[in-house]
C-alpha cells in the first residue's frame, strides 16, 4: 500500500513539476494564456501584469511539484497542493460549462486539451492526492541531501526561465515552431498589412526572407527605429528579403514597417523582438533581439540549403533541454 501511495504522488509530483517547467521555459506564451483567462474572467485590466502572473504561478506549480517529488515539507505541502489542485479544478469546471474560445494552457503550447480533458486531469490529480494523502500518513523527516535536491532543481528552472525571456525557449512547442509551412493552399498562418491597410502575406510565402518582429512597439524611440533599418538593409545585401513587423497598429512605425496581429507575432517569436528565418513558406530558425545573426552568419545561412540550416538550429536546443530533465529529474529523485 506504501508504495502505492508514493506512485500516487510521484505522478501528482510529476505533473506539477512539468506543468510549471514548460510554462516557465515559456513566459511570453504563459503570460498570453493569463491574457485569455483575464479576458474569460472580465478582468482585461490586468493585462499589464499578466506576464507577472504567468511567471509567479507557474514557479509556484513547479515548486511544488518539486517539492512533493522530494519529499519534503509533507504535512504543510500537501494542503497548499490540495487548495491549488481545488482551485484548478474550479476554474477549469467553469470554463468547460461555458465553453470559450481559448485553450487551458495547463501545458503551455506542449500539450493541448479540450476544456473536458483538462477537468478530467485535475479530477484524476485530486484522487491521485486523496490515495497518497488520506489517510493522512506519517511524516517521516528527509534527509538533508532532498532539501538541497529541491533547491538546485527549482533554482534551474528559475534560471531557465529568464534566459528563455532574455533569449528563445530552448524547444519550440508552437503552432509557428521551426519546420512549419506558413501557407496552406496559399493562405499564410501570419498577416501583415502595409502603411495602406493592404494584406501583403504573399511577401513571406516566396524565397527567403527574414522577418523583423517588433513585438512592443511603444517602447521604440528613433535611435531604435534606425537600428532596426540599418538591420534590415543589412539583411537585404545578404540576400534576403526583410520584412519588418510590428505587434498592433502604431502611428509610430515608419512607412516601410509591417503590423501584424500580437498574439501571431508573439507566437512567431517568443523572445522580446527577434528575427525569424522564414524560406519558401517554412520557419527555418528565430533568434532573439540579444543574439541576431551578423552579416557573415546571414552569408554562411544564405549559402546553406534551409533544411541543413532547419536541421542544425532545432537539434542542440532539444538536446539541452532533454539534459537539462535529466538533471533535475536526477538531483530531485537520486539526491
Known sequence: MNTVKR????????????????????????????????RFLHLSALNPVSGAVAWLAALVETSLGAAVLTGIWRRQVRWIVLGVLACFTLLTAVIWLFNPDMECGCFGEAVHFTHAQSLIK????????????????????????????????????????????????????????????????????????????????????????????????????????????????????????????????????????????????????????????????????KWSSRSLPDRDDLISIAEDKPMDTLIEASAPGRIRMQGFLLYVFAVMLLL
Open 122 to 285: 485535475n479530477v484524476v490529480l485530486l484522487c491521485l492526492w486523496s490515495v497518497e494523502f488520506c489517510p493522512s500518513a506519517d511524516n517521516p523527516t528527509p534527509r538533508k541531501t532532498k532539501f538541497v535536491g529541491f533547491a538546485l532543481a527549482v533554482t534551474s528552472v528559475t534560471i531557465l526561465s529568464f534566459l528563455s525571456l532574455a533569449n528563445i525557449p530552448p524547444v519550440d512547442y508552437t503552432s509557428l515552431k521551426p519546420g512549419t509551412e506558413l501557407a496552406e493552399s496559399g493562405v499564410s498562418a501570419l498577416s501583415i498589412v502595409n502603411s495602406d491597410g493592404e494584406y501583403c502575406d504573399s511577401l513571406l510565402l516566396d524565397g527567403r526572407v527574414i522577418v523583423i518582429s517588433v513585438n512592443n512597439p511603444f517602447r521604440m524611440d528613433q535611435d531604435d527605429w534606425k537600428s532596426i533599418e540599418s538591420y534590415a538593409s543589412m539583411v537585404r545585401e545578404c540576400g534576403f528579403t526583410p520584412v519588418t513587423a510590428v505587434a498592433g497598429a502604431s502611428e509610430e512605425i515608419p512607412c516601410n514597417a509591417f503590423t501584424a496581429d500580437r498574439r501571431a507575432l508573439l507566437t512567431l517569436n517568443r523572445s522580446n523582438g527577434g528575427a525569424v528565418y522564414i524560406a519558401d513558406s517554412q520557419v527555418i530558425q
Open 7 to 38: 506512485i500516487c504522488g510521484l505522478l501528482v509530483g510529476f505533473v506539477l513539476f512539468i506543468a510549471g517547467l514548460l510554462k516557465m521555459m515559456d513566459p511570453v506564451g504563459a503570460g498570453l494564456q493569463v491574457e485569455a483567462y483575464f
